[in-house]
């Protein structure tokens, strides 16, 4: 009998907002139910019913006021590990305001839309891989949100940083609901290389059919995570709300519970919150 405590979870990646029009125009119609705002005070309820203990709010808008915002809901909700937000990477007045935001030990690291940049030639950008290199100094991580097609241009950009922690976010969104592997199973596995590159197992059901999807659809995937990363650089997320476009929050962790159950103790114990403790620095946080 295993007599040690429960184990403790982290949803290592989820959002908050408040919902308009003008600034969720990606919400489309077949995302009616994100059409609302959400807070912390709805997270809460998902986790307390899920068994999960703590989170990570992601940014969803590229706004150093939501940064902001961020920041002070996770002040005033301790179950809010932490924040990763956004600033101007590209901004020659950068300094001033990684200081200012990295002040607060809230702040675990950046994020930038990459996935929705026209032509895809920011991680080829010399003032986008200066403000980066920045991060370092503050303690900050870095989160990847990609396609599988940027996998190429992805590498390539992790190499040019080894000192910088980074994190893949939604495992750089495999074309689960096509049922199509490669290239981005070989390209998983070569990004896994880099030992400063974490994963979250998390956004996977968004990239499955929102309809039908099972976790038989997204085994291959998982495995593959799985293989490439080892249970020690990968982490549970959530993507909520998101994910509530094709699923409940407790399925979605029931699924990784049943992925999960064959692995030893400490193994689960790695991908459900000592990875990501590990890779976000905790900076004071549990």
């Given at each position: 009998?295993?007599?040690?405590?429960?184990?403790?979870?982290?949803?290592?990646?989820q959002?908050?907002?408040?919902?308009?029009?003008?600034?969720y125009?990606?919400?489309?119609?077949?995302?009616s139910?994100?059409?609302?705002?959400?807070?912390?005070?709805?997270?809460?309820?998902?986790?307390?019913?899920?068994?999960?203990?703590?989170?990570?709010?992601?940014?969803?808008?590229?706004?150093?006021?939501?940064?902001?915002?961020?920041?002070?809901?996770?002040?005033?909700?301790?179950?809010?590990?932490?924040?990763?937000?956004?600033?101007?990477?590209?901004?020659?007045?950068?300094?001033?305001?990684?200081?200012?935001?990295a002040?607060?030990?809230?702040?675990?690291?950046?994020?930038?839309?990459?996935?929705?940049?026209?032509?895809?030639?920011?991680?080829?950008?010399g003032?986008?891989?200066?403000?980066v290199?920045?991060?370092?100094?503050?303690?900050?991580?870095?989160?990847?949100?990609?396609?599988?097609?940027?996998?190429?241009?992805?590498?390539a950009?992790?190499?040019?940083?080894?000192?910088?922690?980074?994190?893949?976010?939604?495992?750089?969104k495999?074309?689960?609901?096509?049922?199509?592997?490669?290239?981005?199973?070989?390209?998983?596995?070569?990004?896994?290389?880099?030992?400063?590159?974490?994963?979250?197992?998390?956004?996977?059901?968004?990239?499955a059919?929102?309809?039908?999807?099972?976790?038989?659809?997204?085994?291959?995937?998982?495995?593959?995570?799985?293989?490439?990363?080892?249970?020690?650089?990968?982490?549970?997320?959530?993507?909520?709300?998101?994910?509530?476009?094709?699923?409940?929050?407790?399925?979605?962790?029931?699924?990784?519970?049943?992925w999960?159950?064959?692995?030893?103790?400490?193994?689960q114990?790695?991908?459900?919150?000592?990875?990501?403790?590990?890779?976000?620095?905790?900076?004071?946080?549990?």
């Open positions: 009998m295993d007599d040690r405590p429960v184990m403790k979870r982290i949803d290592s990646h959002h908050f907002w408040k919902y308009s029009v003008e600034e125009g990606w919400i489309d119609d077949r995302m139910i994100l059409r609302r705002d959400f807070l912390p005070e709805n997270l809460f309820a998902e986790l307390g019913e899920a068994g999960v203990q703590s989170a990570i709010s992601v940014q969803a808008r590229q706004s150093l006021a939501e940064t902001r915002w961020l920041l002070e809901l996770a002040r005033a909700n301790s179950y809010i590990s932490g924040v990763v937000g956004w600033a101007p990477l590209t901004d020659p007045g950068l300094e001033p305001i990684l200081e200012e935001l002040a607060d030990e809230k702040l675990l690291g950046m994020r930038h839309l990459l996935q929705d940049e026209p032509a895809n030639e920011l991680m080829e950008s003032e986008f891989h200066r403000g290199a920045r991060l370092s100094r503050y303690g900050l991580r870095y989160d990847i949100l990609i396609y599988e097609r940027h996998l190429r241009q992805a590498i950009f992790v190499d040019r940083h080894p000192n910088q922690i980074f994190i893949l976010d939604h495992a750089a495999p074309r689960i609901a096509a049922g199509v592997i490669e290239p981005w199973a070989r390209l998983i596995k070569e990004l896994a290389r880099r030992t400063n590159v974490y994963c979250k197992v998390s956004g996977m059901v968004t990239e059919n929102w309809e039908n999807w099972t976790a038989l659809d997204l085994a291959p995937y998982l495995h593959t995570v799985l293989e490439a990363f080892g249970p020690r650089r990968l982490m549970f997320g959530s993507d909520w709300p998101v994910m509530l476009a094709t699923s409940t929050y407790t399925r979605w962790v029931e699924t990784v519970e049943a999960t159950e064959t692995l030893s103790r400490d193994e114990e790695q991908i459900w919150a000592a990875t990501a403790m590990e890779a976000y620095n905790r900076r004071g946080n549990s």
